[in-house]
């Protein structure tokens, strides 16, 4: 049985690969990884390869779509236009997510689904949530096209989390500057016990009692004991 990881929770490259049922996670853009819904990893960090952002105010994620891979020294992926199909036809990930979007914008079905995964700092992953794929432009970047892939956070968290009966207000959602900045601040550690497995991005007043997740302040590193612990006597 696949583990269950929730909201914030912080996880290891493997542990993630082992969550979706995969050997590994090549590719940041993974559409219908899962029959279910598809996967995305994505990084804020001053030295990821793609442009993500996320809107602290909608909480909607702007999701850079992914070059060509890289076939020969002449061929310069970061300064070609990103491609939605190769010459021979087939679809490349970012055509099957605009595929994905036409369908939706036509109303031939609902929004897919995609389980977004964001990488903190080199090995340190957690999951940011579910989310509604639902929109898609292409923009200048100063030197090529590149596509942009709009998420809003979806009604539905239930694939795989521990969020299974309620949703999840995008006010929730940690943003990526305030979760490196806790990372480094509570030395990677549990702040309660200095356990550093299974920990938890944990609001200290929580979202339920007006605590915010816009800041360092608000926030702190609890293993999921503590964690546990501190839910039992808010409930």
């Known amino acids: 049985m696949n583990k269950v990881v929730g909201i914030n929770e912080i996880i290891s490259y493997r542990e993630m690969c082992d969550i979706e049922n995969v050997q590994t996670l090549q590719r940041g853009m993974n559409f219908r990884l ?25 909480g909607e994620i702007e999701y850079e779509g992914h070059d060509v891979l890289k076939k020969s020294y002449d061929h310069q992926p970061k300064l070609e236009d990103q491609l939605a199909s190769l010459p021979s036809g087939k679809l490349t990930q970012n055509g099957k997510f605009i595929e994905a979007i ?6 031939k079905r609902s929004p897919e ?13 957690s999951l940011k949530g579910i989310f509604d794929l639902i929109d898609y432009k292409i923009v200048n970047d100063g030197k090529r096209f590149v596509f942009k892939f709009i998420l809003k956070l979806s009604s539905d ?7 299974r009966d309620r949703e999840i207000e995008h006010t929730r959602i940690i943003p990526s500057s305030v979760k490196q900045e806790v990372w480094k601040r509570d030395g990677g550690k549990c702040v309660i016990c200095g356990e550093t497995t299974n920990l938890h991005f944990d609001h200290d007043l929580p979202y339920s009692r007006g605590g915010t997740s816009l800041t360092s302040k608000n926030v702190r590193l609890l293993c999921m004991k503590h964690n546990l612990q501190k839910s039992a006597k808010v409930e």
């Open 34 to 58: 899962n029959p279910d819904y598809s996967v995305v990893l994505m990084s804020q960090r001053s030295n990821a390869p793609y442009n993500d952002s996320i809107n602290e105010i909608t």
């Open 113 to 125: 689904l995609v389980k977004v995964y964001e990488k903190v700092f080199a090995g340190v992953w």
């Open 102 to 107: 036409k369908k939706y914008t036509l109303g």
């Open 157 to 163: 968290q239930k694939l795989n989390t521990e969020n």
